[in-house]
C-alpha cells in the first residue's frame, strides 16, 4: 500500500491518561511508524465530549486523509 508524503492522518482518542489509552496511543503511533507515516495527529479530549467534537472539528478542517475516533462519551 502506498502513502503520499503529504497525506495527513488524524486520531482523535477520548482519553489518554489511563493503560488503556495508552496502548491506544502506542498502537497508533507504531502503526503510523511501521507503514512509514509521519504526518499525523494524536490529540486527547480526557473525557470531554465538548472538548472532543471541537478536536474533530479542526481536524476535519485540515481534510486527513483518515480520521480514527475512540468516543470519550
Not at 21 to 39: D, P
Request: charged fraction near 25%; hydrophobic fraction near 40%; glycine fraction near 6%.
Amino acid at each position: 500500500m502506498a502513502f503520499a508524503e503529504d497525506d495527513f492522518y488524524a486520531v482523535s482518542l477520548g482519553w489518554a491518561e489511563n493503560a488503556s489509552g495508552q496502548r491506544q496511543k502506542t498502537g497508533f503511533t507504531e502503526s503510523f511508524e511501521k507503514f512509514g507515516i509521519a504526518n499525523f495527529s494524536i490529540v486527547d479530549a480526557n473525557y470531554d465530549p465538548v472538548r472532543q467534537t471541537e478536536q474533530i472539528r479542526a481536524f476535519i478542517a485540515k481534510s486527513p486523509k483518515a480520521l480514527f475516533i475512540t468516543p470519550s462519551d
